[in-house]
T-cell receptor, first 114, second 113 residues
Framework: QQQVKQSPQSLIVQKGGISIINCAYENTAFDYFPWYQQFPGKGPALLIAIRPDVSEKKEGRFTISFNKSAKQFSLHIMDSQPGDSATYFC?????????????FGTGTSLTVIP | KAGVTQTPRYLIKTRGQQVTLSCSPISGHRSVSWYQQTPGQGLQFLFE???????NKGNFPGRFSGRQFSNSRSEMNVSTLELGDSALYLCASRFGRVNTEAFFGQGTRLTVV
């Protein structure tokens, strides 16, 4: 059972446009939601993360919007650039002493056309 | 500061063999997690080690095992390899265990023929 559902599977955006990737979760125990960016041949790299006590977090051109009641969160990439072309993964994590694992979405392949 | 180092980068094994993958976390990080990445299933959690103890385990068969040493380096072992084990195996290190950033290595690409 997929704990975190991510859409779309692939996305093509013109340079300068806005890329939007959505994720949804069910387990309300999740309390940390990171986004990772992965280029071919590389491991995922943390892009931006949010905790459920805030509804939005912005870092440069990247913004996470978080809707706790709907159990959804999304990544917005403003002014998308060809260098943003990569696979993006959302994830959810819960803390506690009994264990700590990340549940990843299935990924979105983003292509930014010049 | 050196990142997470995984060795080897590429590996080709025959069905039925066993394989050991290695992960050296960032200096000072005590938590190491392993993930399997495949095109169809995405990133799936294998297990997490903290202070040499397995703290959490994903839904994988017993052929997948791991361990962590006192210097936080970790190894993952897969026995009796199957074709379906072909994947990118990623390790992630974290300083602590509760909601801290995970830093991934470049992974080991395992191909089972």
């Amino acid at each position: 059972q997929q704990q975190v559902k991510q859409s779309p599977q692939s996305l093509i955006v013109q340079k300068g446009g806005i890329s939007i990737i959505n994720c949804a979760y069910e387990n309300t125990a999740f309390d940390y939601f990171p986004w990772y960016q992965q280029f071919p041949g590389k491991g995922p790299a943390l892009l931006i993360a949010i905790r459920p006590d805030v509804s939005e977090k912005k870092e440069g051109r990247f913004t996470i919007s978080f809707n706790k009641s709907a159990k959804q969160f999304s990544l917005h990439i403003m002014d998308s650039q060809p260098g943003d072309s990569a696979t993006y993964f959302c994830a959810a994590c819960m803390g506690g002493e009994t264990g700590n694992q990340f549940y990843f979405g299935t990924g979105t392949s983003l292509t930014v056309i010049p | 500061k050196a990142g997470v180092t995984q060795t080897p980068r590429y590996l080709i094994k025959t069905r039925g063999q066993q394989v050991t993958l290695s992960c050296s976390p960032i200096s000072g990080h005590r938590s190491v997690s392993w993930y399997q990445q495949t095109p169809g299933q995405g990133l799936q959690f294998l297990f997490e080690y903290f202070s040499e103890t397995q703290r959490n385990k994903g839904n994988f068969p017993g052929r997948f095992s791991g361990r962590q040493f006192s210097n936080s380096r970790s190894e993952m072992n897969v026995s009796t390899l199957e074709l379906g084990d072909s994947a990118l195996y990623l390790c992630a290190s974290r300083f602590g265990r509760v909601n801290t950033e995970a830093f991934f290595g470049q992974g080991t690409r395992l191909t089972v023929v």
